[in-house]
């Protein structure tokens, strides 16, 4: 027969103690809302920047295969990720 676990706990679980404030909850009217061109812009930046390492592998692009072009290509996506992270 297994014996019941002592805890710590104070409160019983699943209630909150009296005054506990919830986290505020951000609505989508926060802040205005992205140009229409500018998911287009995101998806553009990732493509050339993938397009860039992929034709740096095929040797396509002047003295490739070369490091250059992959940190070109890497700029490229790592650019359409940080504006990714300000798209609404």
Do not use: C, E
Not at 29 to 55: K, M
């Amino acid at each position: 027969m297994a014996r019941p676990r002592k805890t710590s706990r104070i409160t019983p679980k699943g209630t909150r103690p009296q005054g506990a404030q919830s986290a505020p909850q951000h609505t989508p009217s926060d802040g205005p809302q992205s140009a229409s061109w500018f998911g287009w812009l995101i998806a553009a930046l990732l493509g050339i920047g993938t397009a860039v390492i992929v034709s740096n592998y095929m040797s396509w692009l002047p003295g490739s295969p070369a490091s250059a072009w992959i940190a070109v290509g890497l700029a490229i996506v790592l650019a359409g990720i940080l504006l990714a992270t300000r798209w609404r």
